[in-house]
Structure formats: C-alpha cells, structure tokens
C-alpha cells in the first residue's frame, strides 16, 4: 500500500509538473501522448485505489456539481481595489501626495505590471496544496469557487511546481493566500462569441464577462471545458516570510510555480515607469489578453503597507489607465445578413467614428433580442465598442442623449431578401429564414458547397461573381457553368476558366459522403453525412428515407432525422437532386474508409464530439479518423472518448454516466499528438 501511495504521488507530481510546462510555462517537454499515458496510469490506480485520491491530484481538475449556492468566504484581509489615472500627470500628482507620507530620503522604486481586465481571485494554500479559491466578492466577503478553480490548468494545485531546473523553490509556507486574476484570452472570447451567435445564443458583453460566466458555473464539469487561465501578482496573508519588494515577490509567485506576467518592469524614477506604462497603448494589442491599463506599485512592500488605504484603494499603488476602445457614434440603420443556416443577424450601420485608432462603420449588433434586451434604437447615439482585434459591436445606447426622434427596431416579420415569413426556434434568440433557396444566403450555400466538394481555385470571390452574373441560381448550376460563359466574367483568362472549369468537373466523383455534406441540410456535419452515405449508398435512398429508419443509423438523432426528412420533403430540395443526377454527379458509395484508417495513434478507439468548438467538428471528425479513431454521433458503451466544447449539454451527463473519459480540445490535440 505505501508503495502505492508513493507511486501516486510520483505521477501526480510529475504530471503536475508537466501541465505546468505546458500551460504556465508554455514550454512542454514531453509529448503530448506521454502526457496522456502518465494521466491514464494515474487515472487506473485511482481507480483501484480511491481512497488514495488527494485533492492536487491533477484528476480532480474536472470538476463535479456544486451543491447549491456558492458558499461565502471571508477574505483574510480586505481585497483592494485600485486608483485610477487617466494620465502621466495624474500618476506625478498621485506621488506628490504620497511621497510626503514615506519617510523623508527614503530611496524608492516602482515596478510596472500589466492591469489585467479579468475577474479577481483569492487563492488558499495549506502546507502547499491549494485548498480554497474565492471570488472578490465586495472585498470583505467572496464566492467560493474551489470546484471551478481546481478546473484552470494554470493554476498550481500543489506548490512549489518543481519546473525542472536545478534551482532550489522557496520554502513553501503553511499558510499561503495569493491574489490574482483569471482571464480568457481576447482569441477565445472572440470564437466564442462567434459560435454563440452562431448557435442562436446570448453572447458575451466581454471577456471579463464571460470568464466571470464560465467560472461562476454551478457545474464545474463546464467549467472544465473553458479555456479559462490565470496570472498572479499578490499575497494577501501568509505565516512565511515574503520578499520585501514588489518585484521579487512576482518572481517568488513565479519560483512557486503560479503563472506570472513576463512584462513587469522595475524602474527608480517615475518618469520612467510612466513612460513604460504608456509605451503599452500602441503594444497593447501584443497582449493575449484584454488589459485596461498598467498598474504602478510602490515596489518596497514595507511603505506600500505602511502608506495604508484611502476607501477601498490602497495609497501605495494606481492604475494608469489605457484610453478606451469604445466611443459613441449615431446609429444609422440596421442592416441584415442572412447566414448559411438561415439565421438573420442584424448589423449597424453607424456614422464613421475612431474606435481606438481604427474607423468604425459597421458593428454587430448580435441578435435582436439584444437589440430589444439593450433598447436600442435607430438615430439613437450608441456605444461601440471594440477589444483587441474582436469584431466592433454595440453595447447599448446613451438614453440620455434621446431627442425623441429614435425609431424602435422590431425584428422582421418575413425575410427583407426573400419574403419568407421567418422562424425562431425553440430556446433560441435568433431569428431564421426558412427558405433555403433565399437569394440572400445563396452565396453562402455555395460557399459551402464548393468547399465541401473541394472544388479548387473557387473562392468566395468567383462565387460572389457567378451568382450576380446570374449564371448560377443554385448549387447544380455550378455544373452548367460554360467555359464562354465564365471567359466574359471580370477576370478570367483562358487559363484560370479552364483550370476552373476541370475543378468543377473533377468533384462530380466525390464520395456520396462529401455530396450529402455539401448538400447543407441543417444538422448534417461530415460525420453524420458519412453515416448517412454508408446506410444509403445513394442520395435517391436517402431522399425516400423515413424517420423511423434515419434514427435507427448509429450516430444520427431524432433532430437530425427531422431536419432531413423536412429537408427531403421539399419539392424544391428534391428539384435540386435531380437537377444534381442530371448533371451527371454521380457519387462514389463510401466503403473501405473504416479500413483505411485503421492505423494511427487512435486506432480502435471511438469518439463522440460534443458542443461546440474552435474548429468546425468535421475538421477535428476528420483529424480524429486520420488518426485512426472513429467518430460516432451519439454516446453509448462503445465510446471511448466524449470530445467537449463550449455547451456540450446532455451528451456529457451521459458520458459521465458511463465512465467515458471527456477530453477538451487540449487533451484532445496532447492525444493526437502521438506525432507531436
Ligand atoms: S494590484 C493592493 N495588480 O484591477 C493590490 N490589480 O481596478 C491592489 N488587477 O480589482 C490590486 N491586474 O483585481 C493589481 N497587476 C495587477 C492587476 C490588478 C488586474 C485588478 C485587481 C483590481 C482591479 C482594480
């Protein structure tokens, strides 16, 4: 038994070690698949032992369900809050006050950090193992968070981290209370922005917002799909000894193992550290992260402490903060655009204005049901705003500078392209057009198309080209394209039209799979279309298909069925099928694609994805398969694997159900990576 219990300890330290390399120190030094075997040995002695589990154990970063209400915390000391400068003369002004409380000839520096826009944690540590994490709260009282802290990869569960060097850690103190703050990068509130809005679902005002949402979920597992990280830059209480300046106490935290900023900077006149701060407006877009400023701190802890409070900001630090990325303008109109899907997704068109150096005329405006929730309405002066390099949007409107004139905005009752009356369906915000052949999203359906029959050297351009030229009115008239009718096109040269025209030629052998993918039926991604192709064997099959026999294909539910058999229903789809037969596109049947891939660092193994993720789920289907593995849509005891985005709803719950280990697109990729 107690070589058991060292043997766990060994691997929790070691893979401990390693998710440090890997998302603190962004640094790994072993494969991702080594990884994932040290993580399964862990996993199966857990298993047979599980009165052995400790809480660092890096197993335990997947999160379970809170009970009910997050519990209160109180903090150990208050959780301060910050001054605010606007300028290098409020920082000037800031100093001359206080420097006449530090005692007199008393030499001083400052040491510059970046003021992270994220949500503040407070982070316990017993004997080195993180025990508690808490949200600010109001300062005296937080939210304790500790599932959903324990899910963030970046956060130490035990300290010190050893990060393989031969430099001897600090002497970890019993009692250890560290501040910081958790964040997603700018990239990742963006793509979830993205596929929200995509999804028909609320999108998130900022970053802050949304890793303020993901970390105050009540289920941890979710959390645990979240790409949420960390920096640190405080202790708010210990029974060790600190370092006496600011500066060494972030390269402490860092020799702990806690993730640190790599642009702090110590300077000994304030005109220096002033002119460092402000050297970040024009960088600030270098930064993964949304910052809304840089803090200067006194660097000698000792004055800081003794220069005490004023209300909730402590004298001995202040933020300079960076200008803002909003501005206000006149919203216009509203403009529409139709997606491929059908979703009608309405836009601003604003009065030219400079949002942080860059002009603005046009912003999403996400829904209308964001629209409705924010008031606003047409003539109205509006809020815009933009973070890093994420799509400009509206945030709301100035009611106070209303003349009465503003006209509301209703949601349209039929589609402006097509006159469709449109949808909305069931728990969704978004608004649809049903009619598939909608002018307004052809160009998008044969974007589609053309991409999912990979026809070469057919860009969104030449789509854009063919459909106003009127030569192409739906995806089989990419098939009567003649070569004199592209050479009159703006651009075409003999060369180009014929390459173009043998690329359209040469997807007619497609495989069945790629034709029903390409076809854009709501719900029917490449892994369904490949079920779909093996079943079938022919799209003439598939258009006679009844519900009953759709839902008895491995991997295809009753919403898939439903949206098939409506789409099948359509005289106009069936239209197009035929149109497609006549053109002479006749599609391979799918055999032998489970063969083929047999062999790879997943062979043998299923998979189910769930959610949605930061690449379209038959590009990471496809991945997975030439990997070896195999990709089903529905999970069952046979799954090996529940891949997990933002989302993943009831798939999930089964999976734990069954014992199904969940991957993130992280571990996903570190699996994969046999070849990385
Ligand atoms: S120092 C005594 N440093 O900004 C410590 N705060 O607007 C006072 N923040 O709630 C805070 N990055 O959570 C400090 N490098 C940094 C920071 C930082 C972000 C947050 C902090 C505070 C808010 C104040």
């Not at 992260?289 to 000792?302: C, F, P, S, T, W």
């Not at 990997?627 to 997990?644: E, F, I, P, R």
């Amino acid at each position: 038994m107690a070589d058991i219990d060292k043997r766990l300890r060994q691997l929790c330290e070691q893979i401990n070690y390693h998710a440090y390399r890997y998302h603190v120190l962004d640094d790994p030094v072993i494969s991702d698949a080594e990884y994932d075997r040290l993580i399964i040995q862990l996993q199966q002695l857990e298993a047979e032992h599980p009165e052995l589990i400790t809480p660092d154990s890096p197993t335990q970063r997947v999160g379970g369900l809170a009970s009910d209400k997050f519990p209160k915390v109180r903090h150990p000391a208050p959780i301060l809050s910050l001054a605010n400068a606007f300028d290098g003369d409020a920082v000037r002004a800031w100093w001359a006050r206080i420097s006449k409380l530090a005692p007199a000839g008393r030499k001083v520096s400052f040491t510059v950090e970046p003021k992270i826009d994220g949500l503040t944690v407070v982070l316990h540590y017993r004997d080195g193992v993180f025990v508690q994490g808490a949200t600010r709260g109001d300062g005296i009282i937080g939210e304790d968070i500790t599932p959903n802290l324990r899910t963030v990869k970046a956060l130490p569960l035990r300290i010190p981290v050893h990060d393989g060097s031969r430099r001897k850690p600090p002497a970890v103190p019993a009692r250890l209370v560290v501040r910081g703050e958790a964040y997603i990068t700018l990239a990742n509130f963006e793509e979830i922005n993205k596929r929200q809005q995509a999804a028909g679902a609320r999108t998130f005002a900022n970053p802050r917002n949304a890793a303020a949402g993901m970390l105050r979920q009540l289920d941890s597992r979710v959390t645990a799909t979240r790409p949420i990280t960390l920096l640190t830059y405080a202790v708010v209480d210990t029974d060790g000894l600190l370092p006496r300046a600011q500066f060494e106490l972030l390269e402490y935290l860092r020799a702990l193992g806690f993730p640190v900023t790599d642009i702090a900077r110590r300077f000994d006149a304030l005109d220096a550290a002033i002119a460092y701060a402000d050297s970040w407006v024009d960088k600030r877009a270098r930064l993964p992260y949304e910052a809304d400023g840089m803090v200067i701190k006194l660097d000698e802890l000792d004055l800081q402490a003794q220069l005490g409070v004023v209300g909730k900001d402590p004298r001995g630090a202040i933020a300079l903060k960076f200008p803002a990325r909003e501005a206000t303008t006149q919203l216009l109109d509203v403009g529409i655009n139709v997606g491929r899907t059908g979703v009608l997704a309405p836009n601003a068109v604003l009065e030219p204005v400079n949002v942080g150096g860059v002009t603005i005329e046009r912003a999403t405006l996400h829904n209308f049901d964001d629209i409705a929730r924010k008031d606003i309405r047409i003539g109205d002066r509006v809020i815009v705003k933009r973070s890093g390099d994420v799509i400009p949007y509206v945030a709301g409107p100035v009611i106070g500078a209303r003349t009465g004139k503003e006209k509301k905005i209703a949601p349209p009752k039929t589609c402006p392209f097509c006159d469709t009356p449109v949808e909305r369906r069931a728990a969704e915000v978004a608004i649809y057009c049903p009619n598939r052949d909608c002018p307004g999203r052809l160009d998008r359906q044969v974007g589609h198309f053309v991409g999912a029959m990979d026809i070469e050297g057919m860009g969104a351009k030449i789509v854009q080209q063919v459909i106003e030229s009127g030569l192409v009115r739906d995806v089989a008239d990419l098939y009567s394209l003649k070569r004199d009718d592209l050479l009159q096109l703006e651009g075409f040269a003999d060369k180009k039209t014929d390459n173009l025209v043998a690329a359209i030629a040469a997807s007619k052998g497609r495989p069945l799979s790629q034709l029903i993918y390409a076809l854009g039926i709501r719900h029917v991604g490449g892994v369904a279309a490949e079920a779909l192709a093996a079943h079938f064997g022919s799209l003439s099959r598939l258009l006679k298909a009844r519900p009953e026999e759709l839902e008895s294909i491995e991997g295809v539910g009753p919403t898939i069925a439903a949206s098939i058999v409506e789409w099948t229903s359509n005289p106009r789809n069936r239209d197009l099928v035929e149109k497609l037969r006549r053109a002479g596109i006749n599609p391979r049947e799918n055999v032998g694609t489970a063969a083929k891939a047999a062999s790879g660092p997943l062979s043998g193994k299923t998979f189910v994805i769930t959610g949605s993720l930061t690449q379209p789920r038959d590009e990471i289907a496809a991945t997975i398969k030439s990997a070896g593995g195999k990709v089903t849509d529905s999970v069952s005891k046979k799954t090996d694997y529940l891949v997990v985005g933002e989302s993943p709803g009831s798939k999930l719950t089964k999976a734990e159900g069954l014992g199904v280990t969940i991957l993130d697109e992280a571990a996903l990729k570190r699996l994969l990576a046999g070849k990385r």
